[in-house]
């Protein structure tokens, strides 16, 4: 497993199996073809997140939350320090998931203090409408 690291950490606590060391409260990151998978590295070496194979939120090892695939390190982000970031997860294991209203990018937002939102489920919804949008247009204009 490979994993790449956004920014220097220049006190390793913990080291993810590849090229670089993590700390508790870190940002991980796994891109798919169609959407970013995303949780927290734990004070356990552990994974929170919510997770669509487990459906829920909970701590996995680096391989179940990544699949194998590399795992980009975004280094602490937001405005919460690391205790609350784990505290909010904490109170969140076994939340339910839903791909829509509870995934991933949702609680790691909320965890992190940037509220309940994922802009992967945004783009989305934009996109849908949009191209709702250009299909009544496009068949306004065909009947015409």
Partial sequence: ???ENYQLLGFPQLYVPGEVSARPGDKLRVKHDLYDHVGTLGYDGLIYAASFK?????KATFVQFSGGKQILNEGHVGPLPVSEVI???EAMIDNPYDLLFSNCEHTDNWARGFGWNSEQVNNVIVGAAIGAVIGFVALA????
């Fill in 1 to 3: 497993m490979h994993v």
């Fill in 54 to 58: 487990f459906r829920r939120v909970t």
């Fill in 87 to 89: 505290n909010r997860y």
């Fill in 141 to 144: 204009l065909a009947r015409r």
